[in-house]
């Protein structure tokens, strides 16, 4: 089977930084997604990471290590918009069909 | 491009009824996908389809669950009979070039509350 998971709240400020970890348990791994999400909305896609290293995409970043299985997501300079759920998710098999972790809740407060 | 269609985006219905929910994937995507989100469970994929056929429907849940694709664009979750249990946001995405490769896009969701 697959096992993914991710911390269920976080809190951090307006202007810091944040790290959100993911890790995950999983034969035929392909790669790793991660989606945002806000309330009553639909997850929208922020990265999917195949090979080991960061990969930053303006505030937001992702980082995977295949051989730990691990992966986290950072984000800089926070702002209040960023307050949403954080949806992990890794591939594997053939199909390459995704397995989403609970999500990671995050508040940014002023 | 109007991204993913679904409708409704709120149903209330009484347990032991039908229950049709409807998508429209993005032009010119050849993967739909089916899922399922419930505080308990999280996120859950029910059935995806490539080029209107089903590939893997080992996510739905029992027998009382039923998805079709007729056409490239349109695809129906069915329900029936509908129970409290499935009460829980159902969204529909799309993609191209396959899961793994490309971004899927999701539409807004079908809330079904079921008394």
């Known amino acids: 089977g697959q096992n993914i998971d991710q911390p269920t709240e976080m809190t951090a400020t307006e202007g810091a930084i944040v790290q959100i970890n993911c890790t995950y348990q999983t034969s035929g791994f392909n790669g790793l997604f991660w989606y945002q999400q806000h309330a009553g909305e639909a997850p929208t896609f922020l990265s999917y990471?195949?090979?080991?290293g960061l990969e930053e995409k303006g505030r937001f970043s992702s980082f995977l290590s295949r051989s730990k299985g691990y992966s986290y997501l950072l984000l800089k300079e926070l702002q209040m918009k960023d307050s949403a759920s954080y949806l992990c998710a890794a591939s594997s098999g053939g199909s390459y069909i995704p397995t989403f972790g609970r999500g990671t809740s995050l508040i940014v407060h002023p | 491009d109007a991204g993913v269609i679904q409708s409704p985006r709120h149903e209330v219905t009484e347990m032991g009824q039908e229950v049709t929910l409807r998508c429209k994937p993005i032009s010119g995507h050849d993967y739909l996908f089916w899922y399922r989100q419930t505080m308990m469970r999280g996120l859950e994929l029910l059935i995806y389809f490539n080029n209107n056929v089903p590939i893997d429907d080992s996510g739905m849940p029992e027998d009382r669950f039923s998805a079709k694709m007729p056409n490239a664009s349109f695809s129906t979750l069915k329900i029936q009979p509908s129970e409290p249990r499935d009460s829980a946001v159902y969204f529909c995405?799309?993609?191209?070039?396959?899961?793994?490769?490309?971004?899927?896009?999701f539409g807004p969701g079908t809330r079904l509350t079921v008394l």
């Open positions: 995405a799309s993609s191209s070039q396959g899961v793994g490769a490309d971004t899927q896009y």
């Open positions: 990471n195949v090979l080991d």
